[in-house]
């Protein structure tokens, strides 16, 4: 698991003190502006409906995950007397949205990438795993503005905040050296004041976000002459004039152009150039080079706190810096049994807010492909689509739809192949073959004969077809590079892999860190990124009986390298198979099904390792891997993104991406070009400069639906609200 925020380390905090309540929460976030849209916050944004729809809309929204879901929710705010049909479309026979009447285990847990399961013991609910989304930064506004309208009841209720590295109890595993370190009331507390780990992660800090002490900088990556550190802070400030972040942007600007670097460079960078401030020496290493790079790694392991990002260093310095800006010290749980049900909620209170003028159909189906279609200066956005059934399967036929508007949602590789078939000259085709050539059963009946002119099963014939994403009516270049863009992005690979444990079984093996208890995360160069024990906090009453007894464990939290190489295990999802209970004679996890064993195989092996115990200098065998080897883990279950579905669990931007990202970020802009007639636009967290984050998405979210509601009103801005009209004016127009 990586967070990237150097304050997790240094941030003084009250051991226990850290809940805070949802008023606070949305209060902390409130203001807080980008450095890509440093004019727009976005929380004060949705305060207000965005804006006005006079005439009746026929909307699609393709992907009902936290994107799709804040469009329709935002969709149902709009005032005015237009009336709104929304049809969503997803494939996920999973999704809540879908009614499922058996005992859930994954069924019904899904919202997009926002995802769950549960486990539990004869009918009781045990433990919930999110695999997907599953912490959620204080300073994302816009979560918290929507769990503050979600849950009036519980706006004054503590929420506890998430138990990442460096928060608890933690322990880093880097080559043979290991090092504890956790919560103290003067930041971060070490085992040894001297420490490796420590010297690098300050020197980090210092040297990369810098100080927010007015009288010095301190960073080697400053933006407009400041510590990045400074500039976190008045992009947060409410207080804050529209020129001084005017000014910030030009400088993020400026800083963009001349810092698209790896992570790793700049961290290399750091150290070379400071590496006189290591004090501590590293035994048997005495050249400065070696010594360098021997931080270079640790401080990958590590990371800024909460994880580390080894497999990552190559994404670009920039998303770093944006996170960094950002600043989330904490991060909290939201107040839902599983996270995927804040989804629900939205949903459900979309329904309600537009009970008398927004409908909404539902579409469990799969979309190939979406064009404009175009007769007699008639445009319509048309959407191709297979039905999928409850159980998964795909209908042979596809079916078109016609639409004023549509939103695509999809992640970046499933929505390129949606937009290029029809190619990019924004000239009407007379006709084009659309959807996919399905193979086609044996049996005759159902499998006419194509030939040239006839589409073949699973295609379907579709008239006077224009391309979908378009910046320009005279050339096909501009509109290919949003083909570019969306087809370019990088998606991370990301894994977890879960399962309960007894604590007392845990305790046995786990080391306690001072007065602080056990160890609760690990972050280690093993290959299984970051582990952690996640509290039950989202539990039904007879849950929490259970909670004094089990933990629920993320074991692993891995990101590309690290992920990849659990790549054919992971193929096997759900691998929640229940592991029986061990025969007495040989306590552990070997009773396990085959799948499950295998992937518990494959995990174990990677924590197995001699290490030099940090207390007594001694050689010995790693304890995180006895736990595992000699714990029954119960209920295990591990999913991949990369391997299943979604082609990637978020974007990250690595070095080079940046324009492409932004270009996406700013597409919904194209609606104050109205001759364009185009209707579709993006919403995903993948198109903002928040990759993998809901906060990302909602944003895109509510780009796309100000762009609808301009574009609506035949590109007027002033159907929008004064603060959503920032929205669509601030940002460079795309066109
Ligand atoms: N939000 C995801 C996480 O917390 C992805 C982070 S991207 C820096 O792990």
């Not at 709009?78 to 499922?100: A, S, W």
């Not at 069924?107 to 989304?133: F, N, Q, T």
């Not at 670097?261 to 070696?290: F, M, Q, W």
């Not at 160069?525 to 009986?545: F, N, Q, R």
Request: hydrophobic content about 35%; overall charge negative; some cysteine.
């Amino acid at each position: 698991g990586i967070s990237i925020n150097p304050d997790v380390l240094f941030t003084k905090r009250e051991n226990k003190s850290r809940s805070r309540t949802i008023v606070e929460l949305a209060e902390n976030g409130k203001y807080y502006r980008h450095p890509d849209s440093s004019l727009i916050s976005y929380p004060v944004v949705v305060e207000k409906p965005l804006g006005e729809i006079k005439k009746d809309l026929n909307v699609a929204i393709v992907g009902a995950g936290p994107a799709g879901i804040a469009c329709l929710y935002e969709l149902s705010r709009l005032k005015g007397e237009g009336k709104i049909t929304v049809t969503m479309y997803d494939c996920d026979p999973d999704h809540f949205q879908v009614p499922e009447e058996v005992s859930v285990r994954i069924k019904g847990l899904k919202a997009g990438r926002v995802s769950a399961a549960i486990s539990s013991e004869d009918e009781v609910d045990r433990a919930v795993y999110e695999i997907g989304a599953m912490r959620f930064p204080e300073i994302a506004g816009l979560v918290w503005h929507y769990a503050y309208n979600m849950y009036p009841d519980k706006r004054e209720d503590r929420i506890d905040p998430f138990p990442n590295p460096g928060t608890v109890p933690t322990e880093l595993l880097h080559g043979n050296y290991v090092d504890r370190y956790g919560p103290g009331k003067e930041g971060t507390d070490w085992l040894h004041a001297d420490s490796r780990t420590k010297q690098v992660v300050e020197l980090i800090g210092k040297r990369l976000k810098g100080t927010t002490d007015k009288d010095k900088n301190t960073s080697l990556f400053p933006i407009g002459g400041k510590d990045p550190a400074k500039i976190s802070q008045i992009l947060k400030d409410p207080k804050t004039q529209e020129c001084e972040l005017k000014t910030i942007h030009e400088h993020w600007k400026t800083f963009m152009r001349e810092n698209d670097i790896s992570l790793e460079s700049a961290i290399r960078k750091i150290i070379e150039t400071y590496h006189d401030e290591l004090k501590s020496d590293v035994p048997g290493i005495s050249s400065d080079v070696e010594k360098i790079n021997y931080y270079v790694e640790l401080f990958g392991t590590i990371g800024f706190g909460t994880g580390g990002f080894k497999p990552v260093y190559n994404m670009s310095l920039l998303e770093t810096m944006r996170l960094m800006l950002w600043s989330y010290n904490d991060e909290y749980l939201l107040p839902v049994q599983a996270n995927v049900h804040f989804f629900r909620d939205i949903y459900l209170a979309a329904l309600e807010n537009g009970r008398n003028r927004l409908k909404i159909n539902t579409s469990l189906a799969r979309v190939s492909d979406v064009c404009h279609v175009e007769e007699n200066g008639n445009v319509k956005a048309l959407v191709v689509s297979y039905k999928v059934e409850e159980n998964g399967a795909e209908h042979l036929e596809a079916k078109t739809a016609e639409y004023d508007y549509v939103i695509l949602t999809t992640t970046p590789k499933q929505t390129s192949s949606m937009i290029s078939k029809v190619g990019f000259r924004n000239k009407v085709v007379p006709s084009a073959l659309l959807g996919e050539p399905m193979p086609v059963p044996d049996d005759k009946s159902v499998s006419p004969k194509s030939d040239k002119c006839k589409p073949s099963v699973g295609q379907v014939e579709v008239k006077n077809v224009r391309p979908a994403l378009v910046l320009s009516n005279d050339n096909d270049i501009p509109n290919s590079k949003l083909f570019t863009a969306v087809n370019n992005l990088h998606m991370v690979c990301s894994s977890k892999v879960f399962a309960t444990v007894k604590i007392t079984d845990f305790e046995k093996y786990a080391p306690k860190f001072k007065e602080n208890g056990p160890i609760t995360a690990i972050v280690a160069d093993c290959g299984l990124g970051s582990s952690y024990v996640v509290p039950y906090v989202k539990l039904t009453s007879e849950m929490e009986d259970k909670s004094n007894t089990y933990y629920s464990f993320l074991i692993s939290y891995a990101w590309e390298d690290d992920s990849k190489g659990l790549q054919n295990v992971f193929g096997k999802y759900p691998l929640n198979v229940k592991a029986p209970k061990p025969p007495a004679h040989c306590p552990g996890n070997v009773g396990a099904s085959k799948d499950t064993e295998h992937m518990m195989r494959a995990v174990i092996r990677r924590t197995m390792r001699r290490v030099t115990d940090p207390i007594d200098g001694s050689d010995k065998q790693w304890w995180f891997g006895e736990a595992l080897r000699n714990c029954t883990l119960e209920d295990q279950l591990s999913y991949d993104w990369g391997t299943n579905n979604s082609a990637g669990a978020f974007k990250l931007n690595m070095v080079g991406d940046n324009h492409n990202a932004d270009l996406l970020v700013r597409y919904h802009t194209h609606a104050l070009t109205p001759k364009l007639n185009n209707r579709f636009f993006l919403a995903n967290c993948s198109y903002s400069h928040l990759g993998g984050w809901l906060e990302g998405a909602f944003m895109s979210a509510v780009n796309a639906v100000c762009g609808l509601v301009v574009a609506a009103n035949d590109g007027n801005v002033d159907a929008l609200s004064p603060e959503a009209r920032k929205v669509v004016e601030s940002f460079e127009s795309v066109v």
